[in-house]
Each structure stands twice: as structure tokens, then as C-alpha cells.
């Protein structure tokens, strides 16, 4: 029994008297018949208190100490002293990468604090449980706090995977030889990092959802089932981030096991304590106790133990607990003598508990997190756990080992060590290196076959090799053939639809596919019947972990509500983060599991990049691919849901990421050759892409697919309606629905003003604009070669006269095409706030529909001295657009 349960500290009146009594008996009882009897005793008693009309109050802290007593801890398995070198060159090195840029390159960053107070929790990791394969099967997956990575760089050197001259280059990344990114980029370091986790918040809950894919994989028999782990390492400071604690039930809902947290509680962020005037380790026990998780707390280091073991009224315990941490943090940074005084010193007990050591050793009592008995102790707890996901909470220091930076609130900014610290900090840890290479911050690297280095590698191999390292397996894929889309090529016979309806019978077509139906990965934060993908929900079930336990209401429908173990669809429920968080962990499948899978994220496409861009800007960093599709696109074509629904700007924002390649088709087809290219190029081509659709859900009758233009669809442009009265004098761009209107305005402007216009459908402003400023580098690079013609010169070639370009998107998207289309260019599009009403007002009070785009056509003609200016006046009123209004792009 542990010592410091005892009750009570002094027995003075009756009751303290009966109670002493009550826990006598229950202590006999845990005793004589074990723990679980003790557990079903004081459940009765609970129940029974509550019949009674007691109000027992639900309690999800347990004291302040290690969850694992000591009583209970297992040996050490490794080698301590000669890990605590390794671990102390791996310190050293990674301080030291930091220090001596920031001497030769001032204000060039880096972190050192975060790493010295993860470092027994990497290494034992590293010695004894980060596996990187499993036979043949992959590996763990580790999410590492994106701060702590010159640590990681420092052993990957020890291992001698990372050169002195590269680990030199840390944070100079555009010189001769490659260096080190700041942080975990997959993108700049493709094959070292696997999840980009700096933005803080996205690493736990993109963990979260990647433990679940994979069970998903493993129940849908797409890949072998193994003990494998997925390891989130957490700043406390981070789990202020919405996003780090907001989904943590799907881990108790569908029994992660495969999932571990380990957060740091160095009781830190950057400014200062987490929780100066609160215990955050409570805070986020509770949390995650309330989540369902299993909780294992690391608090104390062993030298601990004894003290505990000692003090047999349970009054170190109950100091322990009335101090908030900002006092935790004081008592390390101002040493042993204030300790002393200020923490054992209230009670006269807890003085002469201690009376035997001295203030040095009092100041080097260890937290748990940086005792490695205790941290392994707790991580073989972890794997072994069954039914949930574990998170354990490490209390650690702050810049551990730095002296005088250790646990000041400053500590975090701190960049490079004076030079009585740089020696303090060598003789502590014992680097064998001259005081001078010391105070240079000199990287030092044993001996090819020092103790030290074969002792890791031993490790890594036992633990199936080295991590952190992205592979890239080269992997087969049939691409389904264009002919394979034939029923979206071949229109809809004058059936009104909406390129949403197009997608869907698209999707399951590819569902059907023999060779990659399976690899198909439908996502959808709960919008599946808005888009009618009811059918898809019938046809391939939604993942079900738990299959469907009840008989669902409209079980004798067609298209019932079908959840199966093996389901394909992940419904996510109201998540867009949770969903993206989904598409990352099937988009980076072809690395992390060795499969590709190809995820179709489908959702309003409001709240898309606005509201989860952070995750989609992580997800091109990790290489990821896959299809985004924002439906319910457009400021005037989604009808009727006003401000904070209708989406004139994704496009905007999809125009930033590099990786992501947008397209906002108006008819079907176009969709279907996007999508065909889109697979070949990801999966066979292997690049490193991924794309944004949008579609909407305008009902009108889908052409066929007229010839020769998937060209010009997948680079952004292609005539679709050529002027049927002579030779167009004016051009017009439409996309997505308002192609319709360019057609109209076409009929338009011939009919009432006998003015010849061409119609372009124009897919994707975001390629043809990246495709012309390549072209244009290219000539600004070569002025002695002649100048090459962007694709949009060349696709418009010959025809003549100003271009109105049309679109549910803000008038910028067109505009990217300015520099080239010069003083021709005129963008209409939907800038300002959304408004609920029908598309004929929409357009109208935007500007966008058919009148206002043959109005412009008339005006610009007639500033070009094309067209008489007072018949262009005059058009306008008849053709009813406001003239006097106010702009809706203000309004
Ligand atoms: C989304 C986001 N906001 C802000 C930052 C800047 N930032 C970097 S580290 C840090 C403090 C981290 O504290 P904690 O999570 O406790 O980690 P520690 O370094 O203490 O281990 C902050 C605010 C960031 N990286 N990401
Ligand atoms: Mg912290």
C-alpha cells in the first residue's frame, strides 16, 4: 500500500476515529483480495451513496505522483551509463548546432530548451520502443514537437546519417552544401521527415486521425495488421491549441490503442508558465481522463522514492499538491537553498525529511520525464495497453542542463550560452572537447568504434533501423483509362444536373473500378446528403470500426444508412479539421504505409481553406495528394445561405499553396479529365501534387466533351462557343456556372447590339497564371534568347479585342492574368460580402450575370472607341444593371 494514502495524519474526534477505521477495512480488503476488489468495494459504496442522495463528486485527478508506484516498476533494460553519454552528446551537439549559427549568423534562431527537456523522453524512445519496421511491414509513426528537432539532427549525426557539414549548415538551407531545415519538413527534407508539426496543434490531431487511418487500412484489409505505434510528442504549452485536445474522444470512441501522446510538461510555453497559478498536469489529466483515455502520469524521478517512502503522513504529497506551478518552476530556477526554504521549509516535517541531503542535491531532485527508469517504465505501460489510447504526462525542466537559462521564462528565446554556461554545460554532461571548441560551441563526434556509437547502432538495428526517415517504396497504379469517364464525356442529354451530381456518378464509377475502386477514399464532414452522395453511402458503406449495432430507421430504403466494419467512406461528422486531418493521413499513405490510397475530401467549400488552411499548408509540406473538392461553390450560385456560406475566395486561397493545384470547371467533362490526369500524374508520375475542385450546384444540361480540348482544360483554357456572326471583336472568359452567363451575354451582345463575342470556358486562372510567370522568368533569366510565349498568349492567339472575364470568385482571381492581358482585362466577380438570396439577385447584385457581363463588353468597346459610348449608356438601363448603386464589393 502506498505510504502516502495513509489516513488520518491525526485522529481527534470520533469521526476521524470511524474513518480511519473504514479505510483500515478497505486496505484488508486490496490486501487479502487484490486491487479489483477494492475498485468493486468502493463502487458499491459510490452506488449505494448515491441512492442514499449523497452528491459524490466525480473525481478525474488521482494525487500528484508517478500513476506506476515504484513498487510496481520493471528494471531497466538498457545500459544507464552508456546512455546517459550518448544522451549527453546528443544534448551537447544540439545546443551546440544552435549556439554557433546564431555566433556566426545572428538572429538566425533555433530552439535549445525544448529539446534539453525532451531528451529522456526521446532517447529512451529511441533505445528501446520507436520501431521503424515490423518484419516487412512498416514502422512507428512519431510526430516529434517541432521545436526539439536540433535534437533529432544530433543523433541522426551521431549515427552518422547527417554530415558535420550539414548539421553546420543547420538554418542554412540555400547554400552549396544542403542544409537543415528549422523545423520537420517533409518538403525540404523528403527523405528524414515524415509530418510536419511546428505549426502547433496540427501534429496531435493529424496523430489522432493517422491512428485511426491506420486501423481503418487494417480492418478494410489494405494492410497487415502489426503492433505498430503512432507517438505524438506534445508541448503542454500546445495543448492550448483548439486543435491538440479538440478531437481527443475519437481516440477513446474507437479504441486507438495504437496511439500514444507523450506530452512534455516543462510547465513552459514561450512567455512563461503554462499554468503559473494552476497545475496543468491536472488540468489535462482530467481532460483526458474525461476523454476515456488512459492516463499514466511521470511526475517524480526515483531519487523521489525514498522521500515518499519516508514520509509516512502523506504531507509531502499534500505540498506537493497545494503548489501551482508557477512555484514548481521557481523552486528550479532558483536551486537548492530556496528549495529548502521555501518548499520543504512550511512544514517543519518535510525539513527534517530532508535534513540529510545537501542543497545541491535538493536542487537535483528529479522530475519524472528526465528519469529514464521511470519514463521506460511508463512507455512499456503504453504499448502495452489495450482498448484505448495512452497519453502520458512527463513532468520536465525547461532548458534542462543549461544553467542559468533552466526554467527561466526567458529560456525559450534563448539562442546561444555564455561562455561560463558553455563550460558548465561541458563539464556537467562531460564532453570531451577543450574549453576553447567548448565556448566555439565545437560539434563533437566520437570515434568510428567508440562504446557510444556501437551501442546505438546495435539499438536501432534490434529496433528494425534508423528514425526519423521517410521512404518512398515505388509502388504500381493502374490510372483508369479517359475512356474509362466515358458517361461524364458524354454530357447529360439535356438532363439538367450540377457538376455535384457529375462528381458523384463520377466517384462511383471509380468506386466500381476492379484495379483501384478499393483504394478510393470518400471523406465527408457530414455534407454527404447535401451533395447526394446518398447513393455512395449505399454502394460502399461508411467505416464503421464497430460495424452497425442497430437497426437503422430506414433500413427498408434504397438508400439506407449503412455503417460496416469494412465500410470505405469516412464520415467524419461536423470536422473539417478532423476530416483534413483524415485526407493527410490517406494522402502520405504511399509513404507511411506503403499503399496509395486516394482520398476525395468533399465539403462546403466555405469552410475549406479559410477555416482549416493551416492543415492543408501542413499537408502540401508532407507531400501529400489527393482530391479537395469544394462544393457548394460560388457567392451567387450557392443560393439563399447568405454571408458566412457563400464562397467567392477559396480560389484565392487555394492560388497559395504550391502544391495545390485549383480548378473551377463549368461542365462535367472538364471535371472528369482533371480528375484522370490528376491520378496519372500522382500516382504513376509520382509528383508531388495535389488538387482543389470546385462544384456547385446550379442545375443545367452538361454538354459533351467537344474535341480536342483536354489541353487546354488541364492547363486552363480552351474556346468553348466561338462567335456564330463573323469575327468576334470581343472576348469572353466564364467559369464554373457563370460560363453560362458568358454564353448568354454572348447571345446577348449578338442579338440586341450585333456585336460578335467568343467564349472561352476558362478552368483554372491559378495554372495559367503559374504557368506564364514561369515563362516570363525564364525571359527575364535569357535576354539573349527570343522570349517565349506564355500559354495564355498562345491559347488566345488571334482573337481579338478586349476580354471580360467573368467568375463566382472575387475579381483578384481573374486578375492574376493582368500583367499579361494588360489593359484588355476586365474582371467581374463577386468581391464583398455573400447576401441570402436566389442566383438571378445574386448575379444581378453582384454584377456577374449575363447583362452586367454584355454591359462591359459595350463599355470597354466603347472606351476603345469600338462602340458608340452613348448606346453602351443606354444598354445599360435596358438591360436593367444599376448604374447608381453602391459597389457590392463595399456594401
Ligand atoms: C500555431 C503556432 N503558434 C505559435 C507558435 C510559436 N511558438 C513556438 S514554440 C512556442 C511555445 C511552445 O511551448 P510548449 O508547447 O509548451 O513547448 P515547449 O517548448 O515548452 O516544450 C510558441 C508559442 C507556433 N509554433 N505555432
Ligand atoms: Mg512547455
Given at each position: 500500500?502506498?505510504?502516502?494514502?495513509?489516513?488520518?495524519?491525526?485522529l481527534?474526534t470520533?469521526?476521524?476515529?470511524?474513518?480511519?477505521e473504514?479505510?483500515?477495512?478497505?486496505?484488508?480488503?486490496?490486501?487479502?483480495q487484490g486491487?479489483?476488489?477494492g475498485?468493486?468495494?468502493?463502487?458499491?459504496?459510490?452506488?449505494?451513496?448515491?441512492?442514499?442522495?449523497v452528491d459524490?463528486?466525480v473525481?478525474?485527478n488521482?494525487?500528484?505522483?508517478?500513476t506506476?508506484?515504484a513498487?510496481e516498476?520493471?528494471?531497466?533494460?538498457g545500459?544507464?551509463?552508456?546512455?546517459?553519454?550518448?544522451?549527453?552528446?546528443?544534448?551537447?551537439n544540439?545546443m551546440?548546432?544552435v549556439?554557433?549559427?546564431?555566433?556566426?549568423?545572428?538572429?538566425?534562431?533555433?530552439?535549445?530548451s525544448t529539446?534539453?527537456?525532451?531528451?529522456?523522453?526521446?532517447?529512451?524512445?529511441?533505445?528501446?520502443f520507436?520501431?521503424?519496421?515490423y518484419g516487412?511491414?512498416?514502422?512507428?509513426?512519431i510526430?516529434?514537437?517541432?521545436h526539439?528537432?536540433p535534437?533529432?539532427?544530433a543523433r541522426?549525426?551521431?549515427e552518422?546519417?547527417?554530415?558535420e557539414?550539414?548539421?553546420?549548415?543547420?538554418?542554412?538551407?540555400?547554400?552549396?552544401?544542403?542544409?537543415?531545415?528549422?523545423?520537420?519538413?517533409?518538403?525540404?527534407?523528403?527523405?528524414?521527415?515524415?509530418f510536419?508539426?511546428?505549426?502547433?496543434?496540427?501534429?496531435?490531431?493529424?496523430a489522432?486521425?493517422?491512428?485511426?487511418?491506420?486501423?481503418y487500412l487494417?480492418?478494410?484489409?489494405?494492410?497487415?495488421?502489426?503492433?505498430?505505434?503512432?507517438?505524438?510528442f506534445?508541448?503542454?504549452?500546445e495543448?492550448?491549441?483548439?486543435?491538440?485536445?479538440?478531437?481527443?474522444?475519437?481516440?477513446?470512441?474507437?479504441?486507438?490503442?495504437?496511439?500514444?501522446f507523450v506530452?512534455?510538461c516543462?510547465?513552459?510555453?514561450?512567455d512563461?508558465?503554462v499554468?503559473?497559478?494552476?497545475?496543468?498536469?491536472?488540468?489535462?489529466?482530467?481532460?483526458?481522463?474525461?476523454?476515456?483515455?488512459?492516463?499514466i502520469k511521470?511526475?517524480w524521478?526515483?531519487?523521489?522514492?525514498?522521500?515518499?517512502?519516508?514520509?509516512?503522513?502523506?504531507?509531502?504529497?499534500?505540498?506537493?499538491?497545494?503548489?501551482?506551478?508557477?512555484?514548481?518552476?521557481?523552486?528550479?530556477?532558483?536551486?537548492?537553498a530556496y528549495?529548502?526554504?521555501?518548499?520543504?521549509?512550511?512544514?517543519?516535517?518535510?525539513?527534517?525529511?530532508v535534513?540529510?541531503?545537501?542543497?545541491?542535491e535538493?536542487?537535483?531532485?528529479?522530475?519524472?520525464?528526465?528519469?529514464?527508469?521511470k519514463?521506460y517504465n511508463?512507455?512499456?505501460?503504453?504499448?502495452q495497453?489495450?482498448?484505448?489510447?495512452?497519453?502520458i504526462?512527463?513532468?520536465?525542466?525547461?532548458?534542462?542542463?543549461?544553467?542559468?537559462?533552466?526554467?527561466?521564462n526567458?529560456?525559450?528565446?534563448?539562442?546561444?550560452?555564455?561562455?561560463?554556461?558553455l563550460s558548465?554545460?561541458?563539464?556537467?554532461?562531460?564532453?570531451?572537447i577543450?574549453e576553447s571548441?567548448?565556448?566555439?560551441?565545437?560539434?563533437y563526434?566520437?570515434?568510428?568504434?567508440?562504446?557510444?556509437?556501437?551501442?546505438?547502432?546495435?539499438?536501432?538495428?534490434?529496433?528494425?533501423?534508423?528514425?526519423?526517415?521517410?521512404e518512398?517504396?515505388?509502388?504500381?497504379?493502374?490510372?483508369p483509362?479517359?475512356?474509362?469517364?466515358?458517361?461524364?464525356l458524354?454530357?447529360?442529354?439535356?438532363?439538367?444536373v450540377?457538376?455535384?451530381?457529375?462528381?458523384v456518378?463520377?466517384?462511383?464509377?471509380l468506386?466500381?473500378?476492379?484495379?483501384?475502386g478499393?483504394?478510393?477514399?470518400?471523406?465527408?464532414?457530414?455534407?454527404?446528403?447535401?451533395?447526394?452522395?446518398?447513393?455512395?453511402?449505399?454502394?460502399?458503406?461508411?467505416?464503421?470500426?464497430?460495424?452497425?449495432?442497430?437497426?437503422?430507421?430506414d433500413?427498408?430504403?434504397?438508400?439506407?444508412?449503412?455503417?460496416?466494419k469494412?465500410?470505405?467512406?469516412?464520415?467524419?461528422?461536423?470536422?473539417e479539421a478532423?476530416s483534413?486531418a483524415?485526407?493527410?493521413?490517406?494522402?502520405?499513405?504511399?509513404?507511411n504505409?506503403?499503399?496509395?490510397?486516394?482520398?476525395?475530401?468533399?465539403?462546403?467549400?466555405m469552410?475549406?481553406?479559410?477555416?482549416?488552411?493551416?492543415?492543408?499548408?501542413?499537408?502540401?509540406?508532407?507531400?501529400?495528394?489527393?482530391?479537395?473538392?469544394?462544393?457548394?461553390?460560388?457567392?451567387?450560385?450557392?443560393l439563399?445561405?447568405?454571408?458566412?456560406?457563400?464562397?467567392?475566395?477559396?480560389?484565392?486561397?487555394?492560388?497559395?499553396?504550391?502544391?495545390?493545384?485549383?480548378?473551377?470547371?463549368?461542365?462535367?467533362?472538364?471535371?472528369?479529365?482533371i480528375?484522370q490526369?490528376g491520378m496519372?500524374?500522382?500516382?504513376?508520375?509520382?509528383?508531388?501534387r495535389f488538387?482543389?475542385?470546385?462544384?456547385?450546384?446550379?442545375?443545367?444540361?452538361?454538354?459533351?466533351?467537344?474535341k480536342?480540348?483536354?489541353?487546354?482544360?488541364?492547363?486552363?483554357?480552351?474556346?468553348?462557343?466561338?462567335?456564330a456572326?463573323?469575327?468576334?471583336?470581343?472576348?469572353?472568359?466564364?467559369?464554373?456556372p457563370?460560363?453560362?452567363?458568358?454564353i448568354?451575354?454572348?447571345?446577348i451582345?449578338?442579338?440586341?447590339?450585333?456585336?460578335?463575342?467568343?467564349?472561352?470556358?476558362?478552368?483554372?486562372?491559378?495554372?495559367?497564371?503559374?504557368d506564364?510567370l514561369?515563362?516570363?522568368?525564364?525571359?527575364?533569366?535569357?535576354?539573349?534568347?527570343?522570349?517565349?510565349?506564355?500559354?495564355i498568349?498562345?491559347?488566345?492567339?488571334?482573337?481579338?479585342?478586349?476580354?471580360?472575364?467573368?467568375?463566382?470568385?472575387?475579381?483578384i482571381?481573374?486578375?492574376?492574368l493582368?500583367?499579361?492581358?494588360?489593359?484588355?482585362?476586365v474582371?467581374?466577380?463577386?468581391?464583398?460580402?455573400?447576401?441570402?438570396?436566389?442566383?438571378?439577385?445574386?448575379?444581378?447584385?453582384?454584377?456577374?450575370?449575363?447583362e452586367?457581363?454584355?454591359?462591359?463588353?459595350?463599355?470597354?468597346?466603347?472606351?476603345?472607341?469600338?462602340?458608340?459610348?452613348?448606346?453602351?449608356?443606354?444598354?445599360?438601363?435596358?438591360l436593367?444593371?444599376a448604374?447608381?448603386?453602391?459597389?457590392?464589393?463595399?456594401l
Amino acid at each position: 500500500m502506498n505510504p502516502v494514502l495513509e489516513f488520518p495524519v491525526k485522529l481527534e474526534t470520533d469521526f476521524d476515529q470511524e474513518m480511519a477505521e473504514w479505510l483500515e477495512a478497505f486496505d484488508e480488503v486490496v490486501d487479502d483480495q487484490g486491487p479489483n476488489k477494492g475498485a468493486d468495494l468502493l463502487n458499491a459504496l459510490v452506488r449505494r451513496a448515491r441512492d442514499a442522495g449523497v452528491d459524490v463528486p466525480v473525481h478525474l485527478n488521482t494525487p500528484y505522483l508517478n500513476t506506476i508506484p515504484a513498487s510496481e516498476e520493471v528494471p531497466y533494460p538498457g545500459d544507464r551509463k552508456l546512455e546517459r553519454r550518448i544522451k549527453s552528446l546528443i544534448r551537447w551537439n544540439a545546443m551546440a548546432m544552435v549556439h554557433r549559427q546564431n555566433k556566426k549568423d545572428p538572429g538566425i534562431g533555433g530552439h535549445i530548451s525544448t529539446y534539453s527537456s525532451l531528451a529522456t523522453l526521446l532517447e529512451v524512445g529511441f533505445n528501446h520502443f520507436f520501431r521503424a519496421s515490423y518484419g516487412d511491414e512498416p514502422g512507428d509513426l512519431i510526430y516529434f514537437q517541432g521545436h526539439a528537432s536540433p535534437g533529432v539532427y544530433a543523433r541522426a549525426f551521431l549515427e552518422g546519417r547527417l554530415s558535420e557539414e550539414q548539421v553546420k549548415n543547420f538554418r542554412h538551407e540555400l547554400r552549396g552544401t544542403p542544409g537543415l531545415s528549422s523545423y520537420p519538413h517533409p518538403w525540404l527534407m523528403s527523405d528524414f521527415w515524415r509530418f510536419p508539426t511546428v505549426s502547433m496543434g496540427l501534429g496531435p490531431l493529424n496523430a489522432l486521425y493517422q491512428a485511426r487511418f491506420m486501423q481503418y487500412l487494417e480492418n478494410r484489409e489494405l494492410i497487415k495488421k502489426t503492433p505498430r505505434k503512432i507517438w505524438a510528442f506534445v508541448g503542454d504549452g500546445e495543448t492550448d491549441e483548439p486543435e491538440t485536445l479538440g478531437s481527443l474522444s475519437l481516440g477513446s470512441r474507437e479504441k486507438l490503442d495504437n496511439l500514444i501522446f507523450v506530452v512534455n510538461c516543462n510547465l513552459q510555453r514561450l512567455d512563461g508558465p503554462v499554468r503559473g497559478n494552476g497545475k496543468i498536469v491536472n488540468e489535462l489529466e482530467a481532460y483526458f481522463r474525461g476523454a476515456g483515455w488512459n492516463v499514466i502520469k511521470v511526475m517524480w524521478g526515483c531519487d523521489w522514492d525514498p522521500l515518499f517512502a519516508a514520509d509516512k503522513t502523506g504531507l509531502l504529497l499534500k505540498r506537493m499538491e497545494e503548489c501551482v506551478d508557477g512555484e514548481l518552476q521557481t523552486f528550479k530556477a532558483k536551486g537548492g537553498a530556496y528549495i529548502r526554504r521555501e518548499f520543504f521549509g512550511k512544514y517543519p516535517e518535510l525539513l527534517k525529511l530532508v535534513e540529510h541531503m545537501s542543497d545541491d542535491e535538493l536542487h537535483r531532485l528529479t522530475r519524472g520525464g528526465h528519469d529514464p527508469q521511470k519514463v521506460y517504465n511508463a512507455y512499456l505501460r503504453a504499448v502495452q495497453h489495450t482498448g484505448s489510447p495512452t497519453v502520458i504526462l512527463a513532468q520536465t525542466v525547461k532548458g534542462y542542463g543549461l544553467g542559468s537559462a533552466e526554467a527561466r521564462n526567458a529560456t525559450h528565446s534563448e539562442k546561444k550560452l555564455a561562455d561560463q554556461a558553455l563550460s558548465a554545460f561541458r563539464t556537467r554532461f562531460d564532453i570531451p572537447i577543450p574549453e576553447s571548441a567548448a565556448r566555439d560551441g565545437s560539434l563533437y563526434l566520437p570515434v568510428e568504434d567508440s562504446e557510444e556509437l556501437k551501442y546505438m547502432r546495435e539499438r536501432r538495428r534490434q529496433l528494425g533501423g534508423v528514425i526519423p526517415t521517410r521512404e518512398l517504396p515505388k509502388l504500381h497504379f493502374d490510372t483508369p483509362s479517359i475512356a474509362e469517364f466515358s458517361e461524364s464525356l458524354a454530357g447529360s442529354k439535356g438532363r439538367a444536373v450540377s457538376t455535384t451530381m457529375g462528381y458523384v456518378s463520377m466517384l462511383r464509377q471509380l468506386l466500381k473500378d476492379p484495379k483501384i475502386g478499393k483504394l478510393i477514399v470518400p471523406i465527408i464532414p457530414d455534407e454527404g446528403r447535401t451533395f447526394g452522395m446518398e447513393s455512395i453511402i449505399r454502394q460502399v458503406g461508411i467505416y464503421a470500426s464497430k460495424g452497425q449495432l442497430y437497426k437503422p430507421h430506414d433500413q427498408d430504403m434504397l438508400l439506407y444508412y449503412r455503417e460496416e466494419k469494412n465500410g470505405q467512406i469516412l464520415e467524419e461528422g461536423i470536422t473539417e479539421a478532423g476530416s483534413m486531418a483524415s485526407f493527410a493521413a490517406s494522402g502520405t499513405s504511399y509513404s507511411n504505409y506503403n499503399v496509395i490510397t486516394v482520398p476525395f475530401f468533399t465539403y462546403y467549400s466555405m469552410f475549406g481553406f479559410q477555416r482549416i488552411g493551416d492543415l492543408v499548408w501542413a499537408f502540401a509540406d508532407a507531400r501529400g495528394k489527393g482530391f479537395l473538392v469544394g462544393a457548394t461553390a460560388g457567392r451567387t450560385t450557392l443560393l439563399g445561405e447568405g454571408l458566412q456560406h457563400q464562397d467567392g475566395h477559396s480560389h484565392v486561397l487555394a492560388s497559395t499553396v504550391p502544391t495545390c493545384h485549383a480548378y473551377d470547371p463549368a461542365y462535367v467533362y472538364e471535371i472528369a479529365v482533371i480528375v484522370q490526369d490528376g491520378m496519372r500524374r500522382m500516382y504513376e508520375l509520382n509528383q508531388d501534387r495535389f488538387y482543389y475542385i470546385t462544384l456547385y450546384n446550379e442545375d443545367y444540361p452538361m454538354p459533351e466533351m467537344p474535341k480536342g480540348v483536354e489541353e487546354g482544360i488541364l492547363r486552363g483554357i480552351y474556346k468553348y462557343r466561338e462567335s456564330a456572326k463573323g469575327k468576334a471583336v470581343v472576348q469572353l472568359f466564364g467559369s464554373g456556372p457563370i460560363l453560362n452567363e458568358a454564353i448568354k451575354a454572348q447571345e446577348i451582345l449578338a442579338a440586341k447590339y450585333g456585336v460578335a463575342a467568343d467564349v472561352w470556358s476558362v478552368t483554372s486562372y491559378n495554372e495559367l497564371r503559374r504557368d506564364a510567370l514561369s515563362t516570363e522568368r525564364w525571359n527575364r533569366l535569357h535576354p539573349a534568347e527570343s522570349p517565349k510565349n506564355p500559354y495564355i498568349l498562345n491559347a488566345i492567339d488571334g482573337a481579338e479585342g478586349p476580354i471580360i472575364a467573368a467568375t463566382d470568385y472575387m475579381k483578384i482571381v481573374p486578375d492574376q492574368l493582368s500583367p499579361w492581358l494588360r489593359e484588355r482585362l476586365v474582371s467581374l466577380g463577386t468581391d464583398g460580402f455573400g447576401r441570402s438570396d436566389n442566383r438571378q439577385y445574386l448575379r444581378r447584385h453582384f454584377e456577374v450575370n449575363a447583362e452586367s457581363i454584355a454591359t462591359a463588353a459595350l463599355s470597354i468597346l466603347a472606351r476603345h472607341g469600338k462602340f458608340e459610348a452613348k448606346r453602351a449608356q443606354q444598354a445599360l438601363l435596358d438591360l436593367g444593371v444599376a448604374t447608381e448603386g453602391q459597389d457590392p464589393a463595399v456594401l
